[in-house]
């Protein structure tokens, strides 16, 4: 990780030299649909293509700068409502310490920082290694997970990078609602397709240099393709930098 800060800055997204995500690759993330994963999760992207590229520059390459960005496409793209607090599914102990921070730490507080709300580590992870490399099966057992105790009635946003089962999420979910937590809404930075629906429609990884187009009756789970810079400018120039309005969290001032 020391060794990152004396190498050029690069794109998470094509590891082009420059800003840590070039406007190609935010244009293609822009261009990009909402994504359901298993279990209901609602996530701001599909794990596929230039996104799946992003969140694992976060999680393995020290991106960390691009979890502010992906926090914003979360906030805009999936309404969550009015919560009081936001939290995260935290990663094992082991990997935190590898990486010297925990991903969905830093979208929880970039999160709560685009809606105004406090963000403060509620849950604990008790047992269970890092879900990445596992199979299916193995990943539906999930981690277990114990949670701080809190007063009934608060409406937590639990936040976490990749939904592959949705059983981390519902662990946590558990967790907190047997601490006290009234209601818990879930969210992800990306999830692969449903399992329900593998099968029935593909994502296909995104392809550089290729202008995104979408046919007549065309899923918007695909992924879109690398845009020219031209076009990446257009949507620049378009998109809508007010699109956030800031929650509120009344009588919560200490609990960040």
Same mark, same amino acid.
């Given at each position: 990780?020391?060794?990152?800060?004396?190498?050029?800055?690069?794109?998470?997204?094509?590891?082009?030299?420059?800003?840590?995500?070039?406007? +190609?690759? !935010?244009? &293609?993330?822009?261009? *990009?649909?909402?994504?359901?994963? #298993?279990?209901? %999760?609602?996530?701001?992207?599909?794990?596929?293509?230039?996104?799946?590229?992003?969140?694992?520059?976060?999680?393995?390459?020290?991106?960390?700068?691009?979890?502010?960005?992906?926090?914003?496409?979360?906030?805009?793209?999936?309404?969550?409502?009015?919560?009081?607090?936001?939290?995260?599914?935290?990663?094992?102990?082991?990997?935190?310490?590898?990486?010297?921070?925990?991903?969905?730490?830093?979208?929880?507080?970039?999160?709560?920082?685009?809606?105004?709300?406090?963000?403060?580590?509620?849950?604990?992870?008790?047992?269970?290694?890092?879900?990445?490399?596992?199979?299916?099966?193995?990943?539906?057992?999930?981690?277990?997970? +114990?949670? !701080?105790? &809190?007063?009934?009635? *608060?409406?937590?946003?639990?936040? #976490?990078?990749? %939904?592959?089962?949705?059983?981390?999420?519902?662990?946590?979910?558990?967790?907190?609602?047997?601490?006290?937590?009234?209601?818990?809404?879930?969210?992800?930075?990306?999830?692969?397709?449903?399992?329900?629906?593998?099968?029935?429609?593909?994502?296909?990884?995104?392809?550089?240099?290729?202008?995104?187009?979408?046919?007549?009756?065309?899923?918007?789970?695909?992924?879109?393709?690398?845009?020219?810079?031209?076009?990446?400018?257009?949507?620049?120039?378009?998109?809508?930098?007010?699109?956030?309005?800031?929650?509120?969290?009344?009588?919560?001032?200490?609990?960040?």
């Amino acid at each position: 990780m020391i060794l990152d800060a004396f190498l050029p800055a690069s794109c998470a997204g094509c590891n082009q030299p420059g800003e840590v995500l070039c406007r +190609r690759c !935010r244009f &293609s993330l822009a261009s *990009l649909s909402a994504q359901v994963g #298993d279990g209901g %999760v609602p996530a701001a992207l599909p794990f596929s293509g230039v996104a799946r590229q992003v969140v694992l520059g976060l999680k393995y390459r020290n991106r960390r700068s691009v979890a502010r960005h992906l926090a914003r496409l979360m906030v805009r793209r999936v309404p969550v409502g009015q919560v009081h607090l936001v939290t995260w599914a935290p990663t094992s102990a082991g990997r935190a310490r590898q990486r010297g921070f925990d991903q969905a730490e830093l979208l929880a507080r970039s999160i709560a920082r685009e809606l105004g709300v406090p963000c403060r580590r509620l849950l604990f992870r008790t047992h269970g290694t890092a879900q990445t490399g596992h199979s299916r099966a193995e990943r539906l057992r999930g981690p277990s997970f +114990r949670a !701080r105790s &809190s007063r009934d009635g *608060l409406r937590v946003l639990l936040v #976490d990078d990749v %939904v592959t089962t949705g059983a981390t999420l519902a662990a946590a979910k558990d967790a907190l609602l047997a601490a006290g937590v009234g209601e818990v809404v879930c969210i992800a930075a990306a999830a692969t397709p449903d399992h329900a629906m593998v099968g029935r429609q593909s994502v296909r990884p995104a392809q550089r240099r290729t202008v995104a187009t979408a046919g007549a009756g065309s899923s918007s789970t695909t992924t879109a393709s690398m845009p020219t810079p031209s076009a990446a400018v257009t949507l620049e120039g378009t998109s809508s930098k007010n699109a956030v309005r800031p929650g509120s969290a009344p009588n919560l001032a200490r609990a960040s």
